[in-house]
């Protein structure tokens, strides 16, 4: 049985079955593991919120990165970790991500109606996480400044679909470490 702790941080869930009944306005984002040995291997599936607004997200990752436990506010609203959070709905990504120290996987995240991406990965000194290999952008029109100031990230990047992204100045502006083949 899952343990107080554990069960009483978010709503929504069934114990001990892998399965979750979300109202249509969430999602099904994590079965948590246990904490401790005596807990089941399952103890629950979560749901979470979608970001609506561009502001909702920036203020979720301000927060997540003051708190990034499995306990935080910003986790019983959208998810944990970061990785799981539901961003299907928002186009804007604009500096989403300029806090040195960022790191973490985000590669599942759904950028799929992403247009702008400036600034994203801005002055993230730390941020160097495979996977954004993975995003869909091909909505994506301005990715101006990027990766600009990510001293530290070195991922590739050549298979992104940025056929239709009409800005991209100072893309890798001061991305120090970055040394991919773009072809």
């Known amino acids: 049985t899952a343990t107080t702790s554990t069960a009483a941080f978010l ?4 114990r001990n ?6 109202p249509s306005n ?3 984002y994590y079965t948590i593991p246990p904490t401790h040995p005596k807990e089941d291997a399952v103890c629950a599936t979560y749901c979470g919120r979608c970001f609506e607004t561009t502001a909702e997200l920036r203020q979720a990752i301000e ?12 986790a ?3 998810g944990w970790p970061i ?3 539901c961003t299907s709905l928002l186009s804007d990504f604009s500096y989403a991500f300029d806090k040195p120290d960022f790191n973490e996987d985000i ?6 109606s992403a247009t702008d991406l400036s600034h994203m990965f801005e002055n993230a000194t730390e941020f160097n996480q495979p996977g954004l290999i993975k995003w869909d952008l091909s909505s994506a029109v301005d990715m101006s400044y990027f990766l600009a100031g990510a001293t530290a990230f070195d ?3 050549n298979q992104l679909d940025v056929s239709n992204v009409q800005f991209m100045m100072e893309m890798f502006a001061g991305a120090t470490s970055f040394d991919q083949d773009l072809n």
């Open 107 to 112: 590669s599942a995240w759904d950028l799929s």
């Open 26 to 28: 969430l999602f099904c």
């Open 76 to 78: 019983t609203t959208y």
């Open 83 to 85: 990785k799981n959070w």
């Open 155 to 157: 991922q590739p990047l």
């Open 17 to 22: 079955t892998g399965k979750t009944v979300c």
């Open 11 to 14: 709503p929504r869930m069934l």
């Open 63 to 74: 927060d997540y990165m003051e708190d990034p436990s499995h306990t935080s506010q910003v």
